[in-house]
């Protein structure tokens, strides 16, 4: 029995030696090194291509603008100015509500508007209309401007921000999708 035990125990060593012969020590490291340099070009490029993205994205100099309506001419009375609602066209479908912008329609005469951002040229507050004293009126640090945009007192350092619009089968529409900013006025 004990001579048995001790042949079977000299074979598994001969097995056991031969698994580990340094030809295949050897490509089991280069299969490791492999697996290694699979997983940090993985990682690369995961963080690769969002920063991609974004040095592509500052290329595109502005978000693309399209004429949206703000509804028929006939619901803005003249010598009016009211508050208007449009969906911003540049949006997501999980936008939601965010995607609402209001806007200020002055309705000269005719189909002669102006329509303002709400938004005051300081800090962004949006803006008030009072027709008792035909002002807007910033709650947030006092900016004031007068029916026609332009700046009366307080600290914004321009009159409201205008968007282009046109009159076109009895609609008034508006270019909207680029939020108007200091940098970007329209
Ligand atoms: Fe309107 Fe400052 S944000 S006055």
Redesign the pocket.
Same mark, same amino acid.
């Given at each position: 029995m004990s001579g048995n035990n001790q042949e079977s125990g000299c074979g598994c060593n001969k097995v056991a030696l031969a698994e580990h012969t340094p030809a295949q020590s050897l490509s089991r490291r280069n299969a490791l090194l492999k697996l290694g340099a699979g997983l940090n070009a993985l990682a690369g490029l995961l963080i690769g291509v969002p920063v991609f993205g974004y040095v592509l994205s500052t290329f595109s100099k502005r978000s693309p603008r399209s004429w949206v309506s703000l509804g028929a001419v006939n619901q803005f009375p003249e010598g009016n100015t009211r508050l208007a609602v449009f969906r911003n066209p540049v949006t997501a479908a999980w936008d939601g509500d965010t995607a609402e912008v209001p806007c200020w329609v002055r309705r000269i005469e005719g189909e002669k508007f102006q329509v303002f951002a709400i938004n $005051?040229?300081?800090? #962004?507050?949006p803006?008030r209309w009072f027709q008792q004293s035909r002002l807007f009126m $910033?709650p947030?640090? #006092?900016?004031v401007f007068y029916e026609d945009g332009s700046h009366a007192s307080?600290?914004?350092p321009r009159g409201l921000f205008v968007y282009e619009h046109k009159v076109e089968g009895g609609e008034l529409k508006i270019l909207g999708g680029n939020l108007p900013t200091l940098a970007e006025p329209t």
């Open positions: $005051c040229t300081h800090l #962004g507050c803006v $910033c947030c640090h #006092g900016g307080g600290p914004p």
